[in-house]
C-alpha cells in the first residue's frame, strides 16, 4: 500500500520540515495538508497516511481514523517490577548481556522488557516488515522521553525493517541468544487494542517450519512463542508449553541447547 506523509491539522515550521525529511528518509511523498482531514487525505491519495504531529509520528491506514503511534505499553508497568520474574525473561532464560531477536516487534513494548534487562552488554534487534511502522517504532524508540528509567533501554533496540524469517536466515549459526515471535493472534483479544488501527495493515504471517527452523538454528539459548491459548502452533512446531492459568495467551520454548546436543 502507498504511503505519504504530511503535517498536523495546522502545520508549523518544526513539523513541516519534520514531513519533509521523513518524505526523504521513507522516499515517499510529501502531501500539503491544506487544513484537510485525514479522511480528505485518503481520499485525495488512495493511499496510508503518515502525520508528522508536534510530539510523535502518527500512522493512519487507508481507511482508519484512529492513528497508530508509539508509546511503551505495558513495558512501562512491567519494567517497575522484579524483571526476572517477567514471564518472557522466565521461560526465555535471558540474562544480562544477552543478545536477543524479536521476530515480531509490534510496540516494542516486550523488546523494552528484553533491553532493559539485558543491559548495555547485550543487544536487541527487533523486526517490523511494514516499512511506515518500522519507521514510526524505531523514532519512538528514539526520542521518547516521558519515561526517563526506560530511556537507555528504548534507544539501544535496534530496528530491523525486515521479515523475520529472512532476517534469521543471514545470521550465522548460534550468533543470538533468544529468538522470540508473538505473531497477531488468528483468535482475536478484544481487551488487545493497542494493534487496532493496524489490523489491516500488519504483516499476520504466523509460524512456519522455515521461520522455526531459521530461529532454532540461530538461538544459542532458546526460541519462545507467543500465542493464543487455543493455538495449535506450539504442538505442530515442538514448542513445550508453559500453561498460564486466567490468561488468553501462553508461552511456548524451545531448549535450543537440547535441540543441539
Given amino acids: ?45 488512495a493511499a496510508d497516511v503518515l502525520v508528522a504531529a508536534k510530539e ?61 534487562h539485558v543491559g548495555p552488554d547485550g543487544r536487541v534487534i527487533g523486526c517490523e516488515s511494514h516499512r511506515a511502522i518500522a519507521y514510526v517504532i524505531g523514532q519512538g524508540l528514539a526520542t521518547y522521553d516521558k519515561m526517563p528509567h526506560l530511556t537507555a533501554a528504548m534507544k539501544r533496540i535496534q530496528v530491523v525493517n525486515e521479515e523475520a524469517v529472512d532476517y534469521l536466515a543471514s545470521l550465522p549459526d548460534n550468533s543470538v541468544d ?15 487494542s493497542n494493534f487496532t488501527p493496524l489490523r489491516a495493515a500488519a504483516h499476520t504471517g504466523q509460524p512456519s517450519a522455515q521461520w522455526i527452523e531459521q530461529a532454532v538454528r540461530t538461538a544459542r539459548k532458546s526460541v519462545v512463542l507467543k500465542a493464543h491459548y487455543k493455538s495449535s502452533d506450539f504442538e505442530e512446531f515442538g514448542f513445550k508449553r508453559r500453561l498460564r492459568p486466567n490468561t488468553k495467551f501462553h508461552y511456548g520454548v524451545i531448549d535450543c541447547r537440547k535441540e543441539k546436543e
Fill in 1 to 45: 500500500m502507498k504511503t505519504v506523509v504530511t503535517t498536523a491539522y495546522r502545520p508549523t515550521e518544526a513539523t513541516e520540515k519534520k514531513a519533509q525529511q521523513i518524505s526523504i528518509d521513507l522516499s515517499i511523498s510529501f502531501a500539503e495538508r491544506n487544513k484537510r482531514s485525514v479522511e480528505k487525505m485518503h481520499e485525495a491519495w
Fill in 56 to 116: 510523535r509520528l502518527e500512522f493512519y491506514p487507508l481507511g482508519k481514523t484512529e492513528p497508530f503511534f508509539f508509546h511503551p505499553n505495558s513495558s512501562a508497568f512491567r519494567t517497575k517490577r522484579p524483571l526476572e520474574k517477567d514471564p518472557l525473561i522466565e521461560v526465555s532464560g535471558l540474562q544480562a548481556g544477552d543478545v536477543f531477536v524479536d521476530c515480531t516487534l509490534g510496540m516494542a513494548s516486550d523488546a523494552i522488557v528484553a533491553s532493559q
Fill in 178 to 192: 533468544v529468538v522470540y515471535m508473538d505473531p497477531m493472534f488468528t483468535e482475536e483479544i478484544l481487551e488487545a
